[in-house]
C-alpha cells in the first residue's frame, strides 16, 4: 500500500465524517463540491473535516483508487465511503444522510 493509501485510510478511519473535495468548505472549487458542502451544512453538520484534493494530485488520484470511485466530492462517514455529490443528495431528500450524520 502506497503513503498515499495508507494516509487516506488513516484519514477516512480516524475522523467521524470527512469529505474529500475541489476546494475548501469556505471555498469549493466546483459546483459538486459545493453542494456536498451545502448539504452537509443542512444536515446540522457545522465542522466538517474536508480535504482539497487539487492540493495534492496524489491525493487526487489516490482517493479515487482507495473508493474504487471515478468522481469527487466523496463522502466517508464513520470509515465507510458513502458516495458523491448525486448519492448525498439522494440520501438527504429521503432524510436518510441526516439519520446517518447523528447517529
Known sequence: MSDVQT????????????LFMKGTAQFP?????GRAIQILKECGMENVTTVNVLDDPAVRQGIKD???WPTI?????????????D???EMFESGALKTLLNA
Do not use: D, R
Open 7 to 18: 494516509w487516506i485510510k488513516e484519514t477516512v478511519t480516524g475522523t467521524p465524517v470527512v
Open 29 to 33: 472549487q466546483c459546483g459538486f463540491s
Open 66 to 68: 482507495f473508493s474504487n
Open 73 to 85: 466530492p466523496q463522502l466517508y462517514v464513520n470509515g465507510e465511503f458513502i458516495g458523491g455529490s
Open 87 to 89: 448519492i448525498m443528495n
